[in-house]
């Protein structure tokens, strides 16, 4: 029912910052938790952030705490992943992600709808 697009991968320094934006057609992103995920070569989709419906609760990775900010606005029907401080280990493909629960999940298997990734690559 909702189709999710993600934008804003490239490449960009060790150090440096980037925000990742997620946007929604096809239905409106205040009836969904909102979550990034990402997946490396050869590993694991791993969690990176999720928000309530409303922008009151998130939660974060260990990998990503204090690093990351996941934010939404649902008048513009987009989700955010502003990351800042980037490591090469950080390289991968950035997926956002749609789930019609009402805990913020942090397994891949509870989110519904999914975006086609955008590739973040952290250079040394």
């Known amino acids: 029912q909702v189709q999710l697009v993600e934008s804003g991968g490239g490449l960009v320094q060790a150090g440096g910052s980037l925000r990742l934006s997620c946007a929604a057609s096809?239905?409106?992103?205040?009836?969904?938790?909102m979550a990034w995920f990402r997946q490396a070569p050869g590993k694991e989709r791993q969690f990176i952030a999720t928000i309530s419906l409303g922008g009151a609760r998130t939660s974060y990775g260990d990998s990503v705490k204090a690093r990351f900010t996941i934010s939404r606005d649902n008048a513009k029907n987009t989700a955010y992943l502003q990351m800042a401080y980037l490591e090469p280990e950080d390289t991968a493909v950035y997926y956002c992600?749609?789930?019609?629960?009402?805990?913020?999940?942090?397994?891949?298997?509870?989110?519904?709808?999914w975006g086609q990734g955008t590739r973040v690559t952290v250079s040394s």
């Open positions: 992600a749609a789930s019609i629960g009402g805990y913020l999940q942090t397994d891949p298997a509870g989110y519904l709808y």
């Open positions: 096809g239905g409106t992103i205040s009836s969904y938790n």
